[in-house]
C-alpha cells in the first residue's frame, strides 16, 4: 500500500516537473519562431502557440511519466534503471526553470503577466 502511494506521488512530481521542463523549451521555441519569421509575430498566432504550448508540454510530460508507469507494471529490474534516468532531466528541469525569463503559469512571474509590470513593482 505504501509503495503504491509512494509511486502515485513520484509520478506526479515527475508530470509536474516535466510539464515545467517542456513547457519552458516550447515556449523557448515559439519566442525563436515569433521573433524570427513576420508570419509567427502576430498577437493571436503567438496566444494560439501559447495554447498549444501548454498542451503539447502537457502530453509531453503524460507521455514519460506513463512509459515510466508501464516499465513499473511490466518489469520491476528496468523501473529502477528508468528512475535513474529521471535524476539528470530532474536536474535539467530545475536548471530550465531557474535560468530563463519566461514566464511560468503560476510558477515564475505569472502575475506580472496577469497584471503588468507595474503591479510586480
Do not use: C
Not at 50 to 55: E, K, N, Q
Not at 63 to 83: D, E, P, R, S
Amino acid at each position: 500500500m505504501l509503495r503504491k502511494i509512494s509511486l502515485m506521488l513520484l509520478s506526479l512530481l515527475y508530470l509536474f516537473v516535466y510539464w515545467i521542463m517542456f513547457y519552458v523549451l516550447i515556449d523557448k521555441f515559439t519566442f525563436y519562431l515569433s521573433t524570427t519569421y513576420r508570419f509567427f509575430a502576430s498577437h493571436k498566432i503567438v496566444y494560439d502557440m501559447f495554447l498549444i504550448s501548454i498542451v503539447v508540454s502537457l502530453v509531453l510530460a503524460q507521455l514519460i511519466v506513463g512509459l515510466n508507469l508501464f516499465i513499473h507494471f511490466k518489469n520491476v529490474k528496468h523501473f529502477y534503471k528508468m528512475q535513474l534516468l529521471h535524476i539528470p532531466l530532474i536536474v535539467l528541469a530545475i536548471y530550465l526553470t531557474s535560468a530563463t525569463t519566461t514566464v511560468i503559469p503560476f510558477i515564475k512571474n505569472w502575475h506580472i503577466s496577469l497584471l503588468g509590470e507595474s503591479i510586480a513593482q
